[in-house]
Nanobody, 123 residues
Framework: QLQLVESGGGSVQPGDSLRLSCAVS????????MAWVRQAPGKEREFVSA?????????SYADSVKGRFVMTRDYVKSAVYLHMSNLKAEDTAVYSC???????????????WGQGTLVTVSS
């Protein structure tokens, strides 16, 4: 089993930046893919980004966040991060970290989930 715990959400203004963190524990991540998924109020869950925990495969991003969001990892801390910049009102959502042994841009296909952290972008 994997345990995923997100942090870093909050209320910001349009154009601001924010970094989300996901601390991972429970087992080795070496064979896993990691993802960020978000769900805006009243909307379906949406894939944001994903990459393999190890390896050189490039990160996949949703078109809506390309050029503004960057996903990174820290092997020592067993953590993944989502660096969000130039935030927009439409980025308001609960952001969740997810993991699985396979990659999918289907936001519902991931096996392990954190509890999520709320990001609100408003002027």
């Amino acid at each position: 089993q994997l345990q995923l715990v997100e942090s870093g959400g909050g209320s910001v203004q349009p154009g601001d930046s924010l970094r989300l963190s996901c601390a991972v524990s429970g087992r080795s991540l070496s064979s896993h893919y990691m993802a960020w998924v978000r769900q805006a109020p009243g909307k379906e869950r949406e894939f944001v980004s994903a990459f393999p925990w190890t390896g050189i495969t490039s990160t996949s991003y949703a078109d809506s966040v390309k050029g503004r969001f960057v996903m990174t990892r820290d092997y020592v801390k067993s953590a993944v991060y989502l660096h969000m910049s130039n935030l927009k009102a439409e980025d308001t959502a609960v952001y969740s970290c997810a993991a699985d042994l396979k990659f999918s841009n289907d936001s519902s296909a991931w096996r392990y989930w954190g509890q999520g952290t709320l990001v609100t972008v408003s002027s």
